[in-house]
């Protein structure tokens, strides 16, 4: 199968043009509550047209690798944010818009402590736990109008992981 795409680390330089890594990886930027609480502060650009940001909860069944990509979606008026919170490693996979169809995905293997946030417009799969189901906080609009556009693929996509 030619359309094939490998896992890959998930590091803000390989993400950054799909969004932002969210996670607190060295120093934090300042010390807060008397110096006993670091903050690593605005790690993500939030970004809603007429709307509001809300936190909803997700719990996700767990994807093995190899397995068939065939939807993407993409949200038209807002930023969307994952944040896992139990742990689970799990997939982020985001497509370049190739007019105004998703192109070829990558697939990048985030920590169970990694969160990341889909700028708006962007592209990515559903939420995909490894090894076990995921419950996310998730940051989006919350607000009137259609902010969902999903894509199937005629011909889906195998995720695998790096030979």
């Known amino acids: 199968m030619s359309r094939m795409v490998d896992v890959e680390p ?3 330089g ?9 996670e607190a990886e ?4 300042r010390l807060i509550n008397e110096g006993l609480c670091g903050r690593w502060h605005d790690r993500a650009r939030l970004d ?3 709307g509001r940001a809300g936190i ?3 719990r996700s069944e767990p994807r093995t690798l190899p397995f068939t990509l065939a939807l993407l979606e993409r949200h038209p008026l807002g930023s969307q944010s994952f944040l896992p919170m139990g742990g689970t490693p799990w997939l982020a996979i985001a ?6 169809r998703p192109g070829r995905p990558r697939a ?6 990694q969160g990341v946030s889909y700028l708006r417009g962007v592209w990515h799969a559903v939420l995909t736990p490894l090894g076990g189901p995921g419950l996310f906080a998730v940051v989006d609009r919350i607000g009137p109008g259609a902010n969902l556009e999903e894509h199937r693929l005629a011909e889906g996509w195998l995720i695998r992981a790096a030979p």
């Open 108 to 113: 990048f293997r985030a920590s169970g402590t």
């Open 48 to 50: 809603f047209a007429d």
């Open 10 to 12: 998930l590091e803000p």
């Open 95 to 100: 497509a370049p818009d190739e007019d105004g």
């Open 14 to 22: 390989a993400f950054a043009r799909f969004g932002d890594v969210i």
């Open 56 to 58: 909803s909860l997700f």
């Open 26 to 29: 060295g120093p934090p930027d």
